[in-house]
């Protein structure tokens, strides 16, 4: 048997990397062996063919190790702890990878259904490799590259799958990597295999129209070589080419079918030596030919998000007839074709010490949603949401949309104003009434168009709306409002935990947080081991920190009230023992037990112990929750503290008989009552009393209770 070798370009690697190749060929080689292709050649020239595709694009020695070895796991019975030991972590990491990306077939999806067959689950996995390790994807397309070059020789069912699966992931993988020429390789034959007879329909249709434009083309370029050398612009090359097949096909749907609606069936490429020399071409031509304005777009200023850059028009040309034409530097031209494979191999061109610089693996500048990848996958740990996010932001097809000022914005191509706003910042987002479209008010939702301008009309608050995550269509806004309503459900909690504790510190005559003695909170903070205000605040407001614990360590001596001591003998104080333990409790409103009643404590969710009286019908039947309670008794003596409560209160029938009683059920003993109209008003009443508590905690507790009653406005200490 022949030995199977592999080619590429040994010149970009030392000495020391070939023969670390050589070995990783023979490894492969002794593992496949016996092992035969479905067109019943030996196993081992697919992952030479692999490693060659991969080794052209200018990835490094790893990469083409890990090729050479990428389905010896998979297919062999070679662990990957021996490939590790072997050839070192990298090169196993890589070889893991690429078989981790296996993608599961999944259930069919449906024969009419328009695009994606790829299941979540297997788009996670793709996604999570190309945020990881941008090299396992490229050898993945290079796998994917080569199975498609050989998919004759599988039966039609399989055919169609991977054809499909190429058609909806990797092709647009490709093209997100800037690798033109890899995504109209994958889309020709993917369409061929997933859709045969409406490619060989189209192919004679197209074939048709292109022999007849042949002598039309010859005369655009020629006259394109002509009006540039007029005008002094040097240009290295003029090609004119048919569209591929399947961008036609995609095409066609937009035009009823109608193939003489499609402009650009040819479109006509100029490649001239630098940027200047490309716009100038463009000026030079559009004096000789109309634009049509909105056809003419710039993605030098503007390169796409895969870095794709180069000027396009479209004009009317020879005898009138619509014509696009490219104009793009050689630099962009290899680009374009070749993407991030491009980068890679001029990247590792410069690197003056072959080998020695990793210059395979670094993504540039103009490929940041490979980082960005990377960014929502660590935002969102890898979930659903992550797929989500970056289905979004891979696989819609973008639109380019103006601010007032003429700032532009890449954008994909179902987004609304509202993602719009998100993207010029979040506050504009969140902050977002309605937008103005080309001067025209429209609805958040509405779908805007390429080269719209768009002006967003803000409120003065944020005032995000959860109807919003239905219909925006970026991962940013997405991701903006969750992150708000997150947020915002904790500064919900903030402001009820603010709310109870400043309540209760009316018992001490504070009115706000900030007339707390200075350092309290600090000290607060220490001792609860937080680390800001509002985690305290959201604490209480959640219940995971009770009132009264936060209030003790904001007010260290809170317990103790100033005010004319009453010491008196007592049996019961009134309060209530929750399980051996003086825990915050509250007694139940249904059957407001009082001393002696025998009482059931009843642990609520949140709220602390709710005490029953025993027998109560109210009191829940789970007796899990149920906590042994008795009544206070005082010790010998108690120290009740005389203090002066006010309230503004409605003047209603039975108002007075309600805050005695109220006092009453919390087993206080109330002082000269006094009530009088206020002069002003004569609805409401002042109601004064004094009230003996032994501690500010059922002062607090008794002034809610107060505030609690119908037709109270206002309970305030006064002594
Ligand atoms: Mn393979």
New binding site residues.
Partial sequence: MNKISIQYDESRFSEKERQAIAEALEYAAAAHAGQLRASGEPYLI??VA?AEIVAGWGLDHEAVMAALL??VVEDTGTQLKDVEARFGPKVAQLVDGVTKLRLSSGPRPAADSPRLAASNENLRKLLLATAQDVRVIMIKLA?RLH?MRTLQYLDSEHRKRIARESLDIYAPLADRLGMGQLKVELEDIGFSFYLPEEFEELSKLVHIRTKQAERYLDKVKRSVAKYLAAAGVTVLKIEGRPKHMYSIYRKLAKVDGDIDKIYDLIAVRVIVPDVAACYQALGVLHQHWRPLIYRIKDYIAVPKTNGYQSLHTTVFAEEGHITEIQIRTPEMHSSAEYGLAAHFYYAQQKAKDPGGARAGTVVPESMQWVNQLRDLQQQTAGGQEFVEGARLELFASRIFVFSPKGDLYDMPEDATPLDFAFMVHTDIGLRALGARVNGKMVPLDSRLENRDVVEIVTRREAAPSRDWLGFVATAQAKGKIRAWFRADSRSANVASGQATIEAELKAWGLKKLEDLPKGSMANALDVLHMKSVDDLLAAVGEGSLSTVAAIRRLIPDAAKPKGTKVVRRREPTGAVVVAGQKLPYQLAPCCRPVYPQPIVGYVTRGKGVTVHAKGCRNLPADRDRYASCRWEVGADSAELVLVDVELVALNRSGMLSDVTGTVARRGLDIHGLVSEHRRDDVQEINIGFGVEVPDLFALARLMHDLEKLPGVTAVRRTG
């Fill in positions: 697919h992952p692999v990428h389905d796998d199975n």
